[in-house]
């Protein structure tokens, strides 16, 4: 799966929370149904676990600013929820840690 264009596709099509303060809501209010981490996530709890409040979590290799880049956005992106895929196959990443 091209994970650059999954998450595009989710990002116009789906529902999805930027940010770790949100994605960290998100996850505690059951609403995500996956989270993506960037290497470089302030936050060690959501790197080290493979699930953050039962909700998956999909580590990406890249830094924060590779990630805001592979969503097509101008800003770095540390952590995002996703919500609804929207017609994006996103939801099948594996989340291993």
Same mark, same amino acid.
């Given at each position: 799966?091209?994970?650059?264009?999954?998450?595009?596709?989710?990002? #116009?099509?789906?529902?999805?929370?930027?940010?770790?303060?949100?994605?960290?809501?998100?996850a505690r209010t059951k609403k995500a149904r996956l989270?993506?981490?960037?290497?470089?996530? *302030?936050?060690?709890?959501?790197?080290?676990?493979?699930?953050?409040?039962?909700?998956?979590?999909?580590?990406?290799?890249?830094?924060?600013?590779?990630?805001?880049?592979?969503?097509?956005?101008?800003? *770095?992106? @540390?952590?995002?929820?996703?919500?609804? *895929?929207?017609?994006?196959?996103?939801? @099948?990443? #594996?989340?291993?840690?």
């Open positions: 799966m091209d994970l650059a264009h999954a998450l595009k596709v989710a990002l #116009q099509t789906g529902k999805v929370k930027v940010g770790l303060t949100e994605t960290i809501e998100s989270i993506i981490v960037a290497r470089s996530c *302030p936050e060690k709890k959501l790197v080290s676990e493979r699930f953050y409040e039962k909700v998956p979590v999909y580590h990406y290799e890249g830094s924060a600013i590779e990630l805001g880049a592979a969503c097509g956005r101008p800003f *770095p992106i @540390s952590a995002l929820a996703i919500l609804e *895929p929207g017609s994006s196959a996103i939801l @099948s990443l #594996q989340t291993g840690g």
